[in-house]
Nanobody, 115 residues
Framework: QVQLVESGGGLVQAGGSLRLSCGAS????????MGWYRQAPGKQRELVAL???????NYAESAQGRFTISRDNAKNTVYLQMNSLKPEDTAVYYC?????????WGQGTLVTVSS
């Protein structure tokens, strides 16, 4: 069974940067959209950013201008570069791979931004 493995979370001060990575445990096909979501304590999971196979991106308003999503199709890996982090960015971040017959979630990686 394919698993998504995330890395890169941690503790950072406000204004700092982190880079999250998410890759599949083995090669898979049929992925059309890769994305990052987050869930803060007591809140619902929300979209952070998406990227299509063609490289088109979509960002949540809160991420626009500070976060950059990218992907390596050959490696089935998606990245999230997060700059100018704020305490309100504190959450568990999940990656997601979608396709016509595919839907996978990572286990989540905790990002904590201190003020």
């Amino acid at each position: 069974q394919v698993q998504l493995v995330e890395s890169g979370g941690g503790l950072v001060q406000a204004g700092g940067s982190l880079r999250l990575s998410c890759g599949a445990s083995r090669s898979i096909g049929g992925i059309t959209v890769m994305g990052w979501y987050r869930q803060a304590p007591g809140k619902q999971r929300e979209l952070v950013a998406l990227i299509t196979t063609a490289g088109r991106t979509n960002y949540a308003e809160s991420a626009q201008g500070r976060f950059t999503i990218s992907r390596d199709n050959a490696k089935n890996t998606v990245y999230l570069q997060m700059n100018s982090l704020k305490p309100e960015d504190t959450a568990v971040y999940y990656c997601n791979f979608k396709g016509p017959i595919l839907g996978l979630w990572g286990q989540g990686t905790l990002v904590t931004v201190s003020s």
